[in-house]
């Protein structure tokens, strides 16, 4: 007699990479392109503070629903238009590998030049953000490499923002982002850095129920209002479920 296998609650909501977002790194706290986990037209934030495609045309100030984040592990060779020679996809809660353990492996012919000209291990690891625009029916995925201080914080805050709200309203919620900006520290004063300014939730279908990811019209995404082809608006987390308790005035 077969039993029914019932799935546990956070088992059902590790279905991409926001709940099995993991940033770190086996053996250290902290640590290009071509590959098959690129999606659509390839967009990155320039050192002049602007979104723009592979091709440098700017992208407009528009809604893009942020589907999915993957984190990835290659190596690369020294001719980068090939591709990555060994590439890795991460699983849910999975750490980066020790790069410098990697890297230690491969002889010091095979490896590639660094941004500052000293030489750089072929093992790297890249977080690759998956957005999507309605009104072009249009992909886009930017990649923060390890490397990359700020790209790396912005996408770690929209993982963080995204677990946040699925801790209260279930797993089927997903950010609604427009390609922003914001102040960062540095070392030698401060910069913009890329940011995911979230401007409003949406999730899919019954509450629970896991389906195939279906765009909304940009209309739905704006205005809210009630549910329309199995696309829900979210209500904000209070203060009370945020903290389990009132706040007193």
Sequence with gaps: MSKEVQRSDAEQRAVDGFDGFEDGMEGSDEQQLNS??????????????????????E???TNLLA????????????DKTQGPLEERLLGPGEKFPDFDKLNEAIPRSEWLEGFNGQPRGPWQGAFFVHLFEENKVEKYTFIANLTTIGACIAVRELAEKVQWKRRFRGESVYAVVRLSDTYMHTRFGGRQRAHF???????FGPSGEVKQLE?????????????QGGVKPVAPVTAKEA???EIQF
Excluded: N
Excluded at 67 to 78: A, E, F, H, Y
């Design 67 to 78: 589907i999915d984040i993957l984190r990835v592990v290659q190596r690369w060779g020294k």
């Design 243 to 245: 903290t389990g308790d």
């Design 197 to 203: 300014d979230v401007k409003c939730w949406i999730t």
């Design 59 to 61: 992208l407009p100030k």
């Design 215 to 227: 765009a909304p019209t940009q209309q739905k995404l704006e205005q809210s209002t009630g549910e």
């Design 36 to 57: 098959r986990h690129i999606q659509g037209q390839l967009i990155k934030f320039t050192l002049d503070y602007r979104w723009v495609t592979k091709d440098g045309d």
